[in-house]
């Protein structure tokens, strides 16, 4: 059977034909004057990517930066004509060979014959090693990239593969020339850390208009004398012990200390094993989002998430944060409605950010220094626009200098695949989470207003206290 080989190719890339919900995917190469258009499962496409950029970190660890690893221009075009199919692809191998330093991607026509079933959406795909010689009773496309190139093809994948989730409801959609708009709660093990630190972040965020972020250090009355960057340090090192567990919370959420010699606090212990399942969020990934709504509230500068780790613990591993003591004085119906509190405002372009499809007046945590934290974010970063608040009250009005700045500073971060912010979102949320937050990022930066409510899911979630 045929070997359709390009080496180098003019272009290699993922494309689609046809509408979001009925969308048939590709891979096309062109070269010499030929055309290959292979068809494949999104899965597929997904999973070549994410493994793609897997081998570029391990030959880079293993070798250091290869040669031709600069990458050539962006690729947004569309599938070159004619498109025909060559074959449908039932497996995908990838290989670095080192000599030449190049990526070798190679598909392989399905074998109907052995029963080889297609890979559904919601399935993982597992890429085969690479075999030098193909198999001789079907097709196969193999193709030669540099690391920048194959780095490129990847980047254009996962945009691919995200491009069918709906995009946030912002000016978009619906949009008025003058922009006006329209009618306390909350074992020593391994941890990993959530710092957004690191010299260039903080070269980034001395750049803003806005100095949020640095009050959460003063806010010692709300975790037990305990600045942030402290009870940080003692979540991810302290030993934890569990208290009790509340009750009222849909996923196992326990109410715990965490302390070494010198230091204790309270916190919030939420075990992955005790996370219900939910149809529109993968299994085990709540405490992860929790983690990544934490690294996205410190790149953005206001504190908003209380500092919150991913470790083990008791039941296994978790999402750890520390409790926060909040002011039980404050009417939290009248605070959710208030139109000049900045937090609060801040908080509503945090919620739009990370797609918050669970923001209740429950989860407003002001403490007695002056300082609004908040929580539960676990249902959160999804692809689709599912922002679910009760915070609404600025919905197409423009968004301020402060929040403008802040957007553009995790809008570079999120460009810089070395940022300790795409670090942790590469380790929490998949490739099309962490590009569809791109593209709300770059939304709210472009039409400059808070977003409006989507018209085909409930924009208020229940109960809203």
């Known amino acids: 059977m045929p070997v359709f080989q390009f080496n180098p190719p003019e272009r290699f890339v993922?494309?689609?034909?046809?509408?979001?919900?009925?969308?048939?995917?590709?891979?096309?190469?062109?070269?010499?004057?030929?055309?290959?258009?292979?068809?494949?499962?999104?899965?597929?496409?997904?999973a070549l990517a994410t493994r793609i950029e897997e081998l570029l970190e391990e030959v880079h660890r293993r070798f250091g930066t290869p040669p031709g690893d600069t990458a050539p221009p962006e690729d947004d075009g569309p599938l070159q004509?004619?498109?025909e199919q060559d074959f449908r692809?039932?497996?995908?191998?990838?290989?670095?060979?080192?000599?030449?330093?190049?990526?070798?991607?190679?598909?392989?026509?399905?074998?109907?014959?052995?029963?080889?079933?297609?890979?559904?959406?919601?399935?993982?795909?597992?890429?085969?090693?690479?075999?030098?010689?193909?198999?001789?009773?079907?097709?196969?496309?193999?193709?030669?990239?540099?690391?920048?190139?194959?780095?490129?093809?990847?980047?254009?994948?996962?945009?691919?593969?995200?491009?069918?989730?709906?995009?946030?409801?912002?000016a978009a959609v619906l949009w008025t020339p003058a922009v006006t708009s329209v009618p306390g709660r909350t074992g020593t093990g391994r941890t990993v850390s959530c710092d957004t630190g690191g010299d260039d972040d903080r070269t980034r965020r001395s750049r803003r208009a806005h100095a949020a972020g640095d009050r959460m250090n003063d806010t010692t009355d709300a975790f037990d004398g305990l600045d942030a960057t402290t009870g940080l340090d003692l979540l991810r090192t302290g030993r934890i012990t569990v208290e009790g567990r509340l009750t009222s919370a849909s996923n196992a959420t326990l109410y715990c200390t965490v302390s070494d010699a010198p230091r204790s606090a309270a916190c919030v212990y939420k075990p992955v094993a005790g996370e219900r399942?939910?149809?529109?969020?993968?299994?085990?990934?709540?405490?992860?989002?929790?983690?990544?709504?934490?690294?996205?509230?410190?790149?953005?500068?206001?504190?908003?998430?209380?500092?919150?780790v991913h470790r083990d613990g008791p039941f296994g591993e978790g999402m750890v944060q520390l409790w926060v003591h909040g002011d039980t004085t404050v009417d939290l119906v009248a605070l959710s409605h208030q139109t000049d509190n900045a937090d609060l405002r801040r908080m509503a372009v945090f919620d739009a950010v990370i797609n918050n499809s669970d923001r209740k007046i429950?989860?407003?945590?002001?403490?007695?220094?002056?300082?609004?934290?908040?929580?539960?974010?676990?249902?959160?970063?999804?692809?689709?626009?599912?922002?679910?608040?009760?915070?609404?009250?600025?919905?197409?009005?423009?968004?301020?200098?402060?929040?403008?700045?802040?957007?553009?500073?995790?809008?570079?971060?999120?460009?810089?695949p070395g940022s300790a912010l795409s670090d942790v979102l590469g380790r929490h949320l998949s490739g099309p989470e962490v590009y569809a937050l791109g593209g709300r990022v770059d939304l709210l930066i472009?039409?400059?207003?808070?977003?409006?409510?989507?018209?085909?899911?409930?924009?208020?979630?229940?109960?809203?206290?």
Request: aromatic share 8%; with cysteine; glycine share 8%.
């Open 14 to 46: 993922a494309g689609t034909v046809g509408q979001p919900g009925d969308r048939t995917f590709f891979l096309q190469a062109v070269g010499e004057g030929r055309i290959t258009s292979v068809v494949l499962e999104k899965a597929q496409v997904e």
């Open 89 to 170: 692809v039932g497996t995908l191998a990838l290989a670095w060979d080192a000599e030449a330093a190049r990526v070798i991607i190679e598909a392989q026509e399905i074998d109907e014959s052995a029963g080889e079933d297609l890979v559904e959406d919601d399935e993982e795909e597992e890429l085969e090693v690479f075999a030098e010689e193909a198999p001789a009773h079907r097709d196969v496309l193999r193709v030669y990239l540099t690391p920048g190139e194959a780095r490129a093809f990847a980047g254009r994948a996962m945009k691919v593969v995200a491009a069918g989730a709906p995009t946030a409801r912002c």
């Open 277 to 308: 399942p939910l149809w529109d969020f993968p299994d085990g990934t709540l405490a992860g989002r929790e983690v990544s709504a934490f690294s996205v509230s410190e790149a953005l500068g206001w504190g908003i998430v209380p500092p919150t």
């Open 81 to 83: 004509q004619p498109i």
């Open 362 to 416: 429950g989860h407003l945590l002001p403490t007695a220094g002056g300082h609004l934290y908040g929580c539960d974010h676990g249902v959160s970063f999804a692809e689709d626009y599912k922002l679910r608040t009760v915070l609404w009250q600025w919905r197409g009005e423009p968004l301020t200098e402060d929040a403008l700045a802040a957007l553009e500073s995790v809008r570079d971060m999120l460009k810089d």
């Open 446 to 465: 472009h039409h400059r207003i808070h977003p409006y409510p989507a018209p085909d899911w409930p924009s208020v979630p229940w109960p809203p206290v």
